[in-house]
Protein backbone atom coordinates (compact mmCIF):
# COMPACT_ATOMS: atom_id res chain seq x y z
CA UNK A 1 0.00 0.00 0.00
CA UNK A 2 2.48 2.38 -1.16
CA UNK A 3 1.44 6.10 -1.91
CA UNK A 4 0.75 6.89 -5.80
CA UNK A 5 0.48 10.59 -7.36
CA UNK A 6 -3.80 9.67 -6.95
CA UNK A 7 -3.12 9.41 -3.14
CA UNK A 8 -1.66 12.62 -2.69
CA UNK A 9 -5.63 14.19 -4.04
CA UNK A 10 -7.42 14.39 -1.13
CA UNK A 11 -11.13 14.99 -1.55
CA UNK A 12 -13.59 16.82 1.42
CA UNK A 13 -15.41 13.29 1.43
CA UNK A 14 -11.89 11.75 2.42
CA UNK A 15 -11.27 14.64 5.07
CA UNK A 16 -14.53 13.37 6.74
CA UNK A 17 -14.18 10.11 6.51
CA UNK A 18 -10.61 10.27 8.16
CA UNK A 19 -12.42 12.61 10.46
CA UNK A 20 -15.11 9.75 11.57
CA UNK A 21 -12.73 7.02 11.70
CA UNK A 22 -9.80 9.52 14.12
CA UNK A 23 -13.29 9.64 16.12
CA UNK A 24 -14.11 6.11 16.34
CA UNK A 25 -10.23 5.74 17.49
CA UNK A 26 -10.44 8.71 20.58
CA UNK A 27 -13.90 7.31 21.63
CA UNK A 28 -12.44 4.01 22.56
CA UNK A 29 -9.25 5.95 24.23
CA UNK A 30 -11.90 8.22 26.01
CA UNK A 31 -14.10 4.77 26.37
CA UNK A 32 -16.92 7.04 25.48
CA UNK A 33 -19.93 3.99 24.11
CA UNK A 34 -22.31 6.63 22.97
CA UNK A 35 -19.40 8.14 20.97
CA UNK A 36 -18.50 4.83 19.53
CA UNK A 37 -22.14 3.67 19.13
CA UNK A 38 -22.49 7.83 17.09
CA UNK A 39 -19.98 6.46 14.25
CA UNK A 40 -22.28 3.45 13.44
CA UNK A 41 -25.63 3.30 11.51
CA UNK A 42 -27.67 1.29 12.89
CA UNK A 43 -27.73 -2.65 12.71
CA UNK A 44 -24.38 -2.37 11.00
CA UNK A 45 -22.76 -6.15 10.81
CA UNK A 46 -20.04 -5.84 12.12
CA UNK A 47 -17.08 -8.64 11.85
CA UNK A 48 -15.41 -8.13 15.31
CA UNK A 49 -11.82 -10.19 16.74
CA UNK A 50 -14.16 -12.15 18.84
CA UNK A 51 -17.15 -14.23 18.27
CA UNK A 52 -19.55 -14.23 17.00
CA UNK A 53 -19.18 -13.86 13.64
CA UNK A 54 -21.40 -10.68 13.02
CA UNK A 55 -22.95 -8.37 15.56
CA UNK A 56 -25.91 -7.16 14.23
CA UNK A 57 -24.98 -3.29 15.00
CA UNK A 58 -22.96 -1.95 18.12
CA UNK A 59 -24.24 -3.22 21.13
CA UNK A 60 -23.92 -0.78 24.01
CA UNK A 61 -24.01 -2.90 27.03
CA UNK A 62 -21.41 -5.16 25.15
CA UNK A 63 -19.37 -2.74 24.41
CA UNK A 64 -19.55 -0.92 28.11
CA UNK A 65 -18.80 -4.29 29.19
CA UNK A 66 -16.10 -4.52 27.00
CA UNK A 67 -14.45 -1.03 27.80
CA UNK A 68 -14.88 -1.74 31.70
CA UNK A 69 -12.42 -4.73 30.95
CA UNK A 70 -9.47 -1.95 30.16
CA UNK A 71 -6.89 -0.72 33.10
CA UNK A 72 -6.69 2.82 31.81
CA UNK A 73 -6.76 4.11 28.26
CA UNK A 74 -7.17 2.03 24.84
CA UNK A 75 -4.62 3.36 22.09
CA UNK A 76 -5.86 3.10 18.83
CA UNK A 77 -3.35 4.09 15.98
CA UNK A 78 -4.04 3.79 11.95
CA UNK A 79 -1.33 3.10 9.79
CA UNK A 80 -1.60 2.68 5.93
CA UNK A 81 -5.02 3.63 5.30
CA UNK A 82 -6.69 4.17 1.39
CA UNK A 83 -10.10 5.66 1.74
CA UNK A 84 -12.18 5.49 -1.44
CA UNK A 85 -15.12 7.23 -1.56
CA UNK A 86 -18.20 7.47 -4.79
CA UNK A 87 -21.07 8.90 -3.68
CA UNK A 88 -23.00 8.38 -1.00
CA UNK A 89 -20.54 5.23 -0.52
CA UNK A 90 -17.28 4.69 0.04
CA UNK A 91 -14.41 1.80 1.91
CA UNK A 92 -11.61 2.54 3.99
CA UNK A 93 -8.55 -0.30 4.91
CA UNK A 94 -5.63 0.05 6.91
CA UNK A 95 -3.78 -1.20 9.75
CA UNK A 96 -4.55 -0.48 13.67
CA UNK A 97 -1.80 -0.25 16.63
CA UNK A 98 -4.08 -1.58 19.65
CA UNK A 99 -2.12 -1.30 22.90
CA UNK A 100 -3.47 -0.57 26.60
CA UNK A 101 -3.72 -2.63 29.45
CA UNK A 102 -6.22 -5.12 30.08
CA UNK A 103 -7.39 -5.52 33.90
CA UNK A 104 -6.69 -9.04 35.31
CA UNK A 105 -4.12 -11.50 33.91
CA UNK A 106 -4.25 -10.45 30.76
CA UNK A 107 -2.07 -7.93 31.55
CA UNK A 108 -0.53 -5.70 28.41
CA UNK A 109 -2.21 -5.47 24.86
CA UNK A 110 -0.02 -4.33 21.88
CA UNK A 111 -0.48 -5.66 18.36
CA UNK A 112 -1.76 -4.91 15.02
CA UNK A 113 -4.79 -5.94 13.17
CA UNK A 114 -6.22 -5.20 10.55
CA UNK A 115 -9.59 -3.29 9.80
CA UNK A 116 -11.70 -2.90 6.98
CA UNK A 117 -14.81 -0.46 7.32
CA UNK A 118 -17.65 0.15 4.96
CA UNK A 119 -20.05 3.56 5.10
CA UNK A 120 -22.63 5.74 3.83
CA UNK A 121 -23.67 9.38 4.10
CA UNK A 122 -26.65 8.95 5.67
CA UNK A 123 -28.88 12.29 6.08
CA UNK A 124 -25.36 14.47 5.56
CA UNK A 125 -23.56 12.37 7.53
CA UNK A 126 -20.64 9.70 7.12
CA UNK A 127 -21.96 6.13 8.82
CA UNK A 128 -20.05 2.65 9.54
CA UNK A 129 -22.61 0.60 7.98
CA UNK A 130 -19.92 -2.62 8.03
CA UNK A 131 -16.42 -3.32 9.66
CA UNK A 132 -14.32 -6.17 9.59
CA UNK A 133 -11.47 -6.76 12.18
CA UNK A 134 -9.15 -9.23 12.11
CA UNK A 135 -5.44 -11.12 13.03
CA UNK A 136 -4.44 -13.57 11.30
CA UNK A 137 -3.76 -17.12 12.21
CA UNK A 138 -0.44 -18.89 12.20
CA UNK A 139 -1.44 -21.87 9.91
CA UNK A 140 1.73 -24.07 11.36
CA UNK A 141 -0.40 -26.38 13.53
CA UNK A 142 -0.65 -23.63 16.09
CA UNK A 143 -3.52 -22.17 14.89
CA UNK A 144 -2.08 -19.73 17.10
CA UNK A 145 -3.45 -15.71 16.51
CA UNK A 146 -0.26 -13.36 14.74
CA UNK A 147 0.19 -11.24 17.37
CA UNK A 148 3.43 -10.44 16.45
CA UNK A 149 3.16 -9.19 13.33
CA UNK A 150 4.17 -5.49 12.16
CA UNK A 151 2.95 -3.51 9.18
CA UNK B 1 -28.54 -9.09 8.08
CA UNK B 2 -32.44 -10.21 6.90
CA UNK B 3 -33.97 -9.37 4.02
CA UNK B 4 -35.46 -5.94 3.62
CA UNK B 5 -38.07 -4.94 0.74
CA UNK B 6 -34.30 -2.53 -0.64
CA UNK B 7 -32.79 -6.38 -1.00
CA UNK B 8 -35.51 -7.44 -3.49
CA UNK B 9 -33.92 -4.72 -6.03
CA UNK B 10 -31.18 -6.19 -7.47
CA UNK B 11 -28.85 -4.41 -10.07
CA UNK B 12 -27.20 -5.78 -13.28
CA UNK B 13 -24.28 -4.72 -11.13
CA UNK B 14 -25.05 -6.59 -8.49
CA UNK B 15 -25.51 -9.28 -10.39
CA UNK B 16 -22.17 -9.16 -12.78
CA UNK B 17 -20.81 -8.51 -8.82
CA UNK B 18 -22.17 -12.02 -7.75
CA UNK B 19 -21.19 -13.26 -10.98
CA UNK B 20 -17.64 -12.39 -10.16
CA UNK B 21 -17.59 -13.76 -6.59
CA UNK B 22 -19.41 -16.84 -7.76
CA UNK B 23 -16.63 -17.42 -10.47
CA UNK B 24 -13.50 -16.90 -7.62
CA UNK B 25 -15.24 -19.92 -5.56
CA UNK B 26 -15.52 -21.35 -8.63
CA UNK B 27 -11.92 -21.46 -9.45
CA UNK B 28 -10.92 -22.32 -6.44
CA UNK B 29 -13.00 -25.39 -6.72
CA UNK B 30 -11.43 -25.98 -10.11
CA UNK B 31 -7.93 -25.28 -8.87
CA UNK B 32 -7.59 -22.88 -11.52
CA UNK B 33 -4.57 -20.24 -10.84
CA UNK B 34 -5.30 -18.06 -13.60
CA UNK B 35 -8.96 -18.20 -12.89
CA UNK B 36 -8.58 -16.69 -9.38
CA UNK B 37 -5.58 -14.09 -10.64
CA UNK B 38 -8.59 -13.03 -13.07
CA UNK B 39 -10.82 -11.40 -10.41
CA UNK B 40 -8.39 -9.28 -8.47
CA UNK B 41 -7.19 -5.92 -9.55
CA UNK B 42 -2.95 -5.82 -9.78
CA UNK B 43 -1.21 -4.81 -6.10
CA UNK B 44 -5.16 -5.12 -4.84
CA UNK B 45 -4.18 -5.37 -0.41
CA UNK B 46 -5.29 -8.74 0.26
CA UNK B 47 -6.24 -9.36 4.29
CA UNK B 48 -6.18 -13.63 4.61
CA UNK B 49 -6.94 -15.88 7.08
CA UNK B 50 -3.07 -16.95 7.37
CA UNK B 51 0.00 -14.76 7.96
CA UNK B 52 1.50 -11.36 6.45
CA UNK B 53 -1.01 -8.86 7.76
CA UNK B 54 -1.67 -8.40 4.15
CA UNK B 55 -0.46 -9.14 0.44
CA UNK B 56 0.16 -6.92 -2.49
CA UNK B 57 -1.53 -8.65 -4.71
CA UNK B 58 -2.16 -12.24 -5.52
CA UNK B 59 0.61 -14.00 -5.81
CA UNK B 60 0.22 -16.56 -8.80
CA UNK B 61 2.88 -19.04 -7.29
CA UNK B 62 2.06 -18.73 -3.14
CA UNK B 63 -2.13 -19.43 -4.46
CA UNK B 64 -1.25 -22.79 -6.78
CA UNK B 65 1.45 -23.68 -3.76
CA UNK B 66 -1.95 -23.33 -1.64
CA UNK B 67 -3.85 -25.49 -4.11
CA UNK B 68 -1.40 -27.94 -4.12
CA UNK B 69 -2.23 -28.28 -0.26
CA UNK B 70 -5.74 -29.80 -0.95
CA UNK B 71 -6.70 -33.49 -1.81
CA UNK B 72 -9.89 -33.03 -4.32
CA UNK B 73 -11.87 -29.30 -4.81
CA UNK B 74 -11.82 -26.81 -2.43
CA UNK B 75 -15.94 -25.84 -1.63
CA UNK B 76 -17.06 -22.23 -0.68
CA UNK B 77 -20.45 -21.35 -0.31
CA UNK B 78 -21.61 -17.95 0.03
CA UNK B 79 -24.16 -16.95 2.27
CA UNK B 80 -26.04 -13.60 4.06
CA UNK B 81 -24.61 -11.84 0.98
CA UNK B 82 -24.59 -7.86 0.88
CA UNK B 83 -23.61 -6.17 -2.48
CA UNK B 84 -23.88 -1.98 -2.56
CA UNK B 85 -23.09 -0.43 -5.70
CA UNK B 86 -22.35 3.45 -6.23
CA UNK B 87 -20.98 4.14 -9.63
CA UNK B 88 -17.71 2.14 -10.82
CA UNK B 89 -17.30 1.23 -6.77
CA UNK B 90 -18.62 -1.43 -4.60
CA UNK B 91 -18.74 -3.28 -1.55
CA UNK B 92 -19.69 -7.14 -0.52
CA UNK B 93 -19.48 -9.01 2.38
CA UNK B 94 -21.31 -11.73 4.09
CA UNK B 95 -20.07 -15.59 5.52
CA UNK B 96 -18.09 -18.32 3.03
CA UNK B 97 -18.23 -21.72 4.31
CA UNK B 98 -15.36 -23.80 3.23
CA UNK B 99 -14.66 -27.87 3.12
CA UNK B 100 -12.46 -30.04 1.50
CA UNK B 101 -9.81 -32.17 2.50
CA UNK B 102 -6.46 -30.70 3.04
CA UNK B 103 -3.09 -33.47 2.38
CA UNK B 104 -1.55 -34.85 5.37
CA UNK B 105 -2.38 -34.79 9.01
CA UNK B 106 -4.48 -31.79 8.50
CA UNK B 107 -7.60 -33.55 6.99
CA UNK B 108 -10.95 -32.39 6.56
CA UNK B 109 -12.35 -28.80 6.91
CA UNK B 110 -15.32 -27.49 7.69
CA UNK B 111 -15.70 -23.88 9.21
CA UNK B 112 -17.44 -20.48 8.11
CA UNK B 113 -15.51 -17.43 7.45
CA UNK B 114 -16.28 -13.77 7.15
CA UNK B 115 -15.48 -12.37 4.12
CA UNK B 116 -15.29 -8.45 3.00
CA UNK B 117 -14.19 -7.96 -0.32
CA UNK B 118 -14.15 -4.14 -1.94
CA UNK B 119 -14.38 -3.73 -5.96
CA UNK B 120 -13.62 -1.34 -8.95
CA UNK B 121 -14.76 -1.34 -12.29
CA UNK B 122 -11.86 -1.09 -14.16
CA UNK B 123 -12.27 -0.41 -18.51
CA UNK B 124 -15.67 -2.45 -18.16
CA UNK B 125 -15.17 -5.08 -15.69
CA UNK B 126 -15.69 -5.54 -11.86
CA UNK B 127 -12.70 -6.43 -10.35
CA UNK B 128 -11.46 -7.26 -6.54
CA UNK B 129 -9.23 -3.88 -5.02
CA UNK B 130 -9.67 -5.20 -1.70
CA UNK B 131 -10.66 -8.27 0.63
CA UNK B 132 -10.23 -9.06 4.02
CA UNK B 133 -11.09 -12.95 5.03
CA UNK B 134 -11.03 -13.82 8.59
CA UNK B 135 -12.44 -16.15 11.66
CA UNK B 136 -12.57 -15.03 14.58
CA UNK B 137 -10.74 -16.20 17.98
CA UNK B 138 -11.84 -17.27 21.31
CA UNK B 139 -10.97 -14.72 24.05
CA UNK B 140 -11.32 -17.07 26.68
CA UNK B 141 -7.61 -17.36 27.34
CA UNK B 142 -7.18 -20.27 24.65
CA UNK B 143 -7.00 -17.52 21.44
CA UNK B 144 -7.96 -20.76 19.65
CA UNK B 145 -9.88 -19.59 16.17
CA UNK B 146 -13.78 -19.90 16.01
CA UNK B 147 -14.03 -23.11 13.74
CA UNK B 148 -17.35 -24.14 15.04
CA UNK B 149 -19.35 -20.80 14.82
CA UNK B 150 -22.30 -21.14 12.21
CA UNK B 151 -24.41 -18.17 10.87
Redo the contacts between chains.
Keep these: ?1 SATLLDIFVSADQIAIRALIDAACQARYNKDVKAIAATYAPHA ?1 L ?8 H ?1 GLNVEQTQGWLDTWDGPIELEPKDV ?1 I ?6 A ?1 Y ?1 G ?1 LHMTGTKKGPEGKVDF ?1 M ?1 W ?1 V ?1 L ?1 RQTGAWKI ?2 E ?1 A ?6 DGS ?4 FD ?3
Tied chains: 1, 2.
Design positions: MPFTLAPPLADKTVSGDSFYFWRTCEVHHSVPFYMLRPALRP
